[in-house]
């Protein structure tokens, strides 16, 4: 069946510029996760949801960082007023449930800010 | 807070030598232990798991022992080849009265390399 999927791949954007990453979960997957990969950070965790909520936002770095899931589906990552320090892959991840342990990841979107 | 830390790297190896990536973690509570495997240009896959102590892990002929004691899960492979050059990540998923949180919390990577 589909894996996790993820767009844009890349996004190229300038300074300033509001973005916006999608997140399409595996089909029945209730958790899903935001996590952000970077070189000088490692691995991330950002936000998850189970369902429609967000039970865990302590990983957003700033209030520009907002995301939500609609329909217990596919989830939004919008950056506001993107800054150079926000360039990362952003990967996307869903499980079962959150009691599930495995999560299946997506390809990430490799974020640039000009 | 929770934490987990692995070997520097890289790492470099010939064919058919073994493998150690050396993990440990700081966790309050039970957490499960997780190596995650990030082949070129591929996404995060999981290699294996282990949910409590003394639980050994084991994929591929990838083995990690859940070590409470030490709060260690070194990654273990007696043979490595070619194709199993790529990025590997130790992880934790913190537990609290048995409701996984479900958040990873990761290390920084080990690049494993293997030369013919």
């Known amino acids: 069946g589909a894996g996790v999927s993820q767009s844009p791949s890349n996004k190229v954007t300038e300074k300033g510029k509001d973005v916006e990453l999608r997140c399409d979960p595996i089909?029945?997957?209730?958790?899903l996760y935001w996590y952000r990969q970077s070189l000088g950070q490692g691995l991330e965790f950002l936000i998850y949801?189970?369902?429609?909520?967000?039970?865990?936002k302590s990983g957003l770095p700033s209030d520009r960082f907002s995301a939500e899931r609609t329909g217990g589906s596919v989830s939004t990552l919008t950056i506001q007023r993107t800054q150079q320090e926000d360039s990362a892959v952003y990967l996307c991840?869903?499980?079962?449930?959150?009691?599930?342990?495995?999560?299946?990841f997506g390809p990430g979107t490799r974020l640039t800010v000009l | 807070g929770d934490s987990v830390t692995q070997m520097e790297g890289p790492v470099t190896l010939s064919e058919e030598a073994f493998l150690t990536i050396n993990c440990t973690y700081t966790a309050t509570g039970y957490p499960s232990l997780f190596w995650y495997v990030q082949y070129p240009g591929e996404g995060l896959q999981l290699l294996l798991k282990?949910?409590?102590?003394?639980d050994k892990g084991s994929n591929k002929g990838f083995e990690a022992t859940y070590r409470k004691e030490t709060t260690s899960f070194h990654l273990e492979k007696g043979s490595v080849q070619v194709s199993d050059s790529a990025v590997y990540f130790c992880?934790?998923?913190?537990?609290?009265?048995?409701?996984?949180?479900?958040?990873?919390?990761f290390g920084q990577g080990t690049i494993l390399t293997v030369h013919p």
């Open positions: 089909s029945g997957h209730t958790a």
């Open positions: 282990a949910t409590k102590a003394d």
């Open positions: 991840a869903s499980s079962l449930t959150v009691s599930y342990n495995e999560q299946f």
């Open positions: 949801f189970q369902g429609n909520s967000a039970p865990d």
């Open positions: 992880a934790l998923s913190y537990h609290a009265g048995g409701t996984s949180y479900g958040k990873l919390t």
